[in-house]
């Protein structure tokens, strides 16, 4: 029984990976962030204006939105709340915002703040998303925002987590 459902768990990812077909190459803003995408993800918009940068990896419902700013030189909290003002006010109607933890650790080593949010659109759709954000030494900041429609999130939370947590930042 256990090797059944293990299978079925496992081998249902497995499967849909190898459908999705090979990882796209990788995404960057050169000396700041490195994103790998997930097998099935795809590049669906990039914007570069100046010492900002944002690209959109997309699939089906779900969306990674990456945001950069070069020599941003301000803490985490500063980070997120500047996004959270500048990108999720301006998007989305209704927003609740997660008390930030602080105690989060990306596989690179790098310390990160991470928290949650839920919102709703102007046309009534609802949207729920997890944002970690990564300042480095070198002052650079990234944001990292993952989202889907309420009840898709958890089908692509692996895919985010391996995208976010692998990803190089400078």
Do not use: K
Not at 11 to 35: K, M, N, Q, S, T
Not at 42 to 67: I, K, Q
Not at 108 to 121: C, D, I, K, M
């Amino acid at each position: 029984m256990v090797l059944a459902i293990a299978f079925v768990t496992c081998g249902a990812r497995a499967v849909g990976d190898a459908i999705a077909g090979p990882p796209a190459p990788p995404v960057e803003v050169p000396g700041v962030v490195r994103v790998q995408p997930a097998p099935g993800w795809e590049l669906a918009a990039r914007e570069d204006d100046g010492a900002e940068h944002r690209f959109l990896l997309r699939r089906g419902t779900a969306g990674l939105l990456v945001s950069a700013i070069e020599g941003f030189g301000r803490p985490a909290s500063d980070v997120a709340t500047s996004y959270v003002r500048g990108v999720l006010d301006q998007e989305l109607a209704r927003l609740t915002v997660e008390q930030p933890s602080e105690d989060v650790v990306l596989a690179s080593g790098q310390p990160a703040l991470r928290f949650g949010y839920v919102g709703e659109t102007d046309d009534g759709s609802s949207v729920e998303g997890v944002i970690t954000v990564v300042v480095p030494a070198s002052g650079n900041a990234v944001v990292f925002d993952g989202f889907a429609a309420v009840g898709d999130l958890a089908w692509a939370i692996d895919d985010l987590r391996a995208m976010v947590d692998g990803a190089v930042v400078a």
